[in-house]
């Protein structure tokens, strides 16, 4: 399944408490039950004003209907084409 790197521009974003943080994670999570298996969250990361979204799905247009029943912003989708770390040096 294709995976893709979503760019949310929240301003404030590195300033949400862990129980901001949690209600937000919960939405998603429950968006992702109603959707089912088909899209999967995988992890964010949070800076200052973003929030970078690791997602694997079959679809851009799966990803824009979980953000749009969750009521989350998307400012870019991409498409990750290779993935590398460390073990590619080797």
Known sequence: MPKYVIEREM??????TSDQ????????????????PKIQW??????????????NAPSESKIREHAEKGGFPISKISKVSTIID?????
């Open 11 to 16: 301003s404030g974003a590195g300033d949400l």
């Open 21 to 36: 943080l949690k209600e937000i994670s919960q939405t998603s999570c429950d968006v992702l039950d109603e959707l089912g």
């Open 42 to 55: 995988v992890q964010s990361y949070v800076t200052d004003n973003k929030i970078y979204c690791i997602y």
């Open 86 to 90: 460390p073990i590619t040096a080797e």
